[in-house]
């Protein structure tokens, strides 16, 4: 028997995306219902936005690839890519001290505002306020840590406008970024940061094929976004010490993760979720999606 006809024998069966779309639609709509003292007791079904990319080959899996969620967090990785585009550019250089301030201005008014270190996941960016940072060093605190100073000094270093226009280039036209974080006064008035499953997909896509900027800068923010801090989502479902490049998102009643599946059959995975009060119930929720769908890519069963 030929060597390639053994390989192809010898390889797992991958799941039917039909049968793999049951199985997830049941986990999304287990969530809507609740044990209590009183019995079974039912609750909205969260909205999930999903896209399941195989990195090589067909077997694309979408759920409401196109509905639009607040961005949370996600927005940052076309922040990342900017910042990486404009080095390769030669407008500014990695290594690049930054001034780092806690005031910025709202899109809506120019007013002032700050963040507070309370409602931010990382304090460590704070405590160099009067000092500098390196461009590389707020880009891995912004994503590693999800740091929103670092991520708010980087937009303004970058430009939204830019950021804006590399997203276009890239046809990710789901991602749209519009401000930095904590702009109440845009906030109030809806002016917020959304995506949808498929244009965070196809970013994410675009850095694992080494196509968002090229193959080195890609592959250096790909090893960013694998030293990612926070793995109770889509990390959760797949085989421990499983290689994975990814970047949450949360606030509340949002949570997302977008992420690079480096397993038997690579794949990209974004799930979008919206409409479960704690987080952890939102995690475990993407972890279950996360387990069927690495079951159905290396062909096992659980």
Known sequence: MPWLLL????????????????R?????????????????????????????LPLHGPGAVM??????????STMKVPVMIELFRQAEAGRLH?????????EFHSIVDGSVYHLSVGDDSDAEVYKAVGQTMTLRALCEAMITVSSNLAANLLIERLGVENIRRTVARLGATGMNVRRGVEDQRAFDQ??????????LALLMQKLANGKAVNARADAEMVAILERQKFKDA??????????????TGT??????????????????????VRGLQEQKESAALIAAISREIWSSQAGTTH
């Not at 809507?32 to 999903?50: F, I, K, N, S, Y």
């Not at 606030?251 to 974004?270: E, F, M, N, Q, S």
């Open 251 to 272: 606030i509340t009643k949002i949570h997302h993760d977008a992420a690079i599946v480096y397993g038997p059959r690579p794949y990209v995975l974004v799930v979008l």
């Open 63 to 72: 759920i409401e690839p196109d509905k639009a969620f607040h961005a949370a």
């Open 190 to 199: 809806g002016l917020n940061n959304t995506t949808t499953a498929r244009g």
């Open 94 to 102: 990695l290594e690049d001290p930054l001034p780092v301030v806690n």
């Open 234 to 247: 889509i990390p959760a479902g797949v085989p421990e010490g499983t290689p994975i490049a990814h970047k």
């Open 24 to 52: 997830i639609h049941a986990l999304i709509d287990r969530r809507a219902v609740t044990d209590d003292q009183r019995g079974m007791e039912r609750r909205p079904t969260p909205e999930v936005g999903l896209v399941l």
């Open 7 to 22: 390989l192809t024998l010898s390889s797992p069966a991958r799941l039917p995306d039909s049968v793999l779309l049951e």
